[in-house]
């Protein structure tokens, strides 16, 4: 297929999410129907030309097209097909159009199913995609455009940072980008509420399933990103208060608060000012995490020193986007009617301090992350903020944070009393300062136990409020299944999410137990670690399609039996120069044997040998979590306000 | 035996758009570290146990966001051998950090020290539930007076604005 084809698509892309921009606004604003009608059309048209745009990438990917200087610079003809799809967006220019074909993706979802909406106000939500599209898109033809060619085509391309050649790393950019992006819908429909000047339950039920689909997303893009530094970095972190890594957890907290905040407004119209800001932050954030930090303002000397126009562009459109929303809410939001009472004690009351915590812990983490920078900038002092300095702040937010999780959907709305509740719940408590002391003092570690009993709280408590309203143990069982079973399944999803993050903190605790050895063996001789017997059985050569990988063969066994027979290597890339180890990971759930392969010496080859407890927990919880929150997203009742098809974000 | 690591930025271009591509995925700016080297580690686990602490504690200069105990660049293994030997020689973790910060200043420390720069910084998670407790005071506050015992004329009002909202949410 031709190149030209998919440049010419995303200029058109271009004028149509323009055209939709201008239709949807200023249609809305002068009160002309047949412009407002047209704003769908051009939705579906602009997804329809970025989707040729980026199918045209992604052949020309498949067939290596070297004429292409982004493939170019980004495959090779031996890759394995796979990671020729994937490769697609696996560098600057293809991610960039990813980004904005999942946004056209979301404009063509608002459009399809956004029927019942009131016309103005679909009108303006497209019409706000439109325009933030078409910034976007501008950005992408004039300073990152991927259909750029050379002449004359090399034999071969570059090759790919074989980091990226990985399964995990493959599905992650299209996972989080979803979650980033789908974060537009409900900042669209909050710019346009505060442009129509109203904001009532109907805007609630509108915007917490979208809100609800992208988060969703974001928690699995961001347990996927970190399961990723697990298993391919070698040495066995998870989370590394890593300015990128943060740069998406920012969005997936405020974008927390705001799923919480949502159902306020559906149910009780109340918190509707902090509604709007909240889906006006979360995608702000999201726009940093995916933009500022690759124009280099928060890394330093790289991308920025790279391409100084793309960062200023870059900046100049974030400012806009950003700034006008910002702008709009001063001025439109005190008109807002405030909504309905509640005192501190209530339903209410527990997701407002939910909110509090939430945003106390993504303003911390944002200090943490942009700190450094703003002292060189005042200062020329030069300091770092690294993992230490995130542990201490963050985790103590956590713990009142984990203490409400559970007690706030016990709460009855408006008002209600903590006592009656706290006894509803001694159960739970018990268990948790049981296993907490247990531990706690298995370990010689305060702080493990603390988590530990965090871990049972969140587990146990989650299904406290379900235990109540089935009445179990004081009605037959069989009645309490029939009420089980009968209960709306957004109560489950609430149920099942606050659960996976119970599941996630064990998970946590469970690496602060991690233990690692570093050893040089020959092969054939063994080592004892953790209560295995770790043998070198031998080292070997293995063939790669673009890679040849050194091998070695560890059994690991425990009383004389083998409980695993693990294969780490280290795979060397001859185009891209370049080693990367493959860690081999044996799991029961509960544990995870984990070796990683370093140079050889003299005939001994260094090994790295963990053992984690409960490592998968961390993202067995994580996506035990987003199955909460899809389970809530298929309750009836939000496909009755707002017929929103779950299929509609699979897509997405 | 020098350990190879992922090609840095700065040595080249095409390295830097990978490593931009990895940033973009919102993965973790570290280059795949190998494994250290055994050798490097003390005999006694206590005191390795100690050096390992310290130097999770201490920024690799030369890296993104890395301690020097994760990266695999040599300044980080020279000073992880700095570290192990003046552990070994009986230096307290305070002594072993002082000599970092006095040679290569507060740059080196991932947990900043508190002082003027950093008061902000150290201050900002009470400053964050200080301004929430505070938009929440005035929120509530804006309110009518909470609803203890609510008169029967303001329960038949709140009863009204509640059937207004949710009886016809499109007008």
């Known amino acids: ?652 | 035996m020098r350990r190879k690591r992922i090609p840095s930025a700065r040595a080249q271009p095409i390295g830097a758009l990978c490593l931009l591509a990895v940033l973009l995925a919102a993965a973790p700016f570290h280059a795949a570290r190998a494994v250290s080297n055994p050798a490097e580690m003390l005999p006694d686990r206590a005191q390795e146990l100690r050096a390992e602490a310290i130097g999770q504690e201490l920024r690799c200069l030369v890296c993104q966001n890395e301690s020097i105990e994760e990266s695999d660049a040599d300044l980080a293994r020279d000073l992880r051998a700095e570290i192990r030997k003046r552990v070994a020689a009986g230096e307290s973790d305070k002594e072993v950090i002082a000599w970092m910060v006095a040679r290569y200043g507060d740059f080196v420390r991932l947990k900043p020290p508190f002082r003027m720069a950093t008061l902000f910084l150290w201050f900002s998670p009470a400053v964050a539930l200080a301004v929430g407790g505070i938009v929440v005071w005035f929120g509530l506050r804006r309110r009518p007076a909470p609803p203890q015992p609510l008169s029967a004329a303001e329960e038949a009002r709140l009863k009204r604005l509640l059937r207004e909202g949710l009886g016809n949410p499109r007008s």
Request: one cysteine or more; hydrophobic letters at 55%; charged letters at 15%.
């Open chain 1, 1 to 652: 297929m031709n190149p030209e084809l998919g440049h010419f698509a995303l200029a058109l892309a271009v004028c149509l999410a323009a055209a939709q921009g201008i239709f949807g606004l200023m249609g809305a604003q002068a009160r002309r129907e047949p412009l407002m009608a047209a704003t769908p059309a051009l939705a579906v048209g602009q997804l329809i030309a970025l989707g040729t745009a980026f199918f045209t990438l992604v052949w020309c990917n498949v067939v290596s097209d070297f004429s292409v200087l982004n493939v170019v610079q980004n495959s090779q003809a031996a890759k394995p097909l796979l990671y020729k799809i994937t490769g697609t967006w696996g560098n600057h220019e293809g991610s960039i159009l990813l980004w904005c074909f999942i946004l056209a993706l979301c404009g063509a979802a608002v459009a399809a199913f956004g029927q019942d909406l009131p016309s103005s106000l679909r009108a303006r939500v497209i019409g706000v995609l439109g325009a933030t599209s078409a910034g976007f898109l501008l950005f992408a033809l004039t300073e990152s455009n991927p259909f750029l060619r050379v002449w004359p085509p090399p034999p071969d391309g570059q090759g790919m940072n074989p980091l990226l050649e990985d399964p995990g790393l493959a599905l992650h950019p299209p996972i989080l980008y979803a979650g980033y992006v789908g974060f537009a819908i409900p900042f669209a429909f909050g710019v346009a509420a505060l442009i129509e000047g109203r904001i009532d339950a109907l805007w609630g039920r509108w915007v917490r399933p979208w809100a609800l689909g992208a988060w969703c997303f974001l928690t699995g893009g961001i347990a996927l990103g970190s399961w990723w530094a697990y298993y391919e970095l070698g040495w066995g972190g998870f989370w590394f208060w890593d300015p990128v890594e943060n740069a998406s957890l920012l969005p997936w907290l405020t974008g927390t608060a705001l799923v919480h905040s949502a159902i306020v407004v559906e149910k009780r119209e109340a918190l509707k000012v902090w509604t709007v800001l909240l889906a006006i932050a979360t995608f702000s954030l999201s726009l940093s995490g995916t933009f500022l930090v690759r124009s280099g303002i928060l890394n330093s000397v790289h991308a920025f020193a790279n391409d100084p126009a793309r960062g200023i562009f870059i900046l100049a459109l974030l400012g806009l986007v950003i700034g006008s929303a910002l702008v709009l809410f001063a001025l439109r939001a005190p008109a807002l009617a405030p909504g309905g009472l509640f005192s501190p004690i209530s339903r209410e009351g527990a997701l407002v301090f939910n909110n509090i915590m939430l945003c106390a812990i993504a303003a911390v983490v944002f200090t943490g992350t942009t700190y450094p920078m703003f002292v060189n900038l005042l200062t020329g002092e030069q300091i770092s903020v690294g993992k230490p300095f995130f542990d201490a702040t963050v985790l103590p937010l956590t713990i009142p944070l984990f203490a409400a999780m559970t007690v706030g959907p016990m709460l009855p709305w408006k008002r209600a009393a903590l006592g009656p509740v706290l006894q509803r719940l001694w159960w739970a408590a018990l268990a948790a300062l049981c296993v907490g002391f247990l531990v706690g003092f298995g370990v010689r570690d305060g702080l493990v136990g603390l988590a530990f009993g965090g871990a049972v709280w969140l587990a146990l408590g989650a299904f406290a409020d379900i235990v109540e309203r089935v009445r179990l143990f004081r009605l037959p069982l069989r009645e309490s299944l029939a009420r089980a079973a009968g209960l709306p399944r957004a109560a489950w999803g609430a149920t099942v999410a606050h659960l996976g993050m119970g599941i996630t903190v064990a998970g946590i605790a469970g690496m602060a137990l991690a233990t690692h050895v570093i050893v040089a063996l020959h092969p054939g001789e063994g080592v004892d670690f953790a209560g295995y017997h770790w043998q070198l059985e031998r080292l070997y050569d293995a063939p790669g399609p673009n890679y040849t990988a050194r091998v070695a063969e560890i059994a690991v066994e425990k009383d004389g039996r083998r409980v695993a027979l693990l294969t780490p290597s280290r795979r060397s890339y001859p185009v891209q120069r370049n080693t990367v180890t493959d860690t081999a990971i044996r799991t029961n759930l509960f544990r995870d044997l984990y070796a990683a392969v370093g140079e050889e010496q003299n005939g001994k080859v260094v090994l790295r040998l963990h053992r984690n407890p409960l490592a998968p927990w961390i993202w067995l919880g994580a996506l035990v979590m987003a199955a909460g929150g899809a389970l809530s997203l298929s309750d009836r009742r939000l496909r009755v306000g707002a017929p929103l098809k779950a299929a509609a974000m699979a897509k997405a």
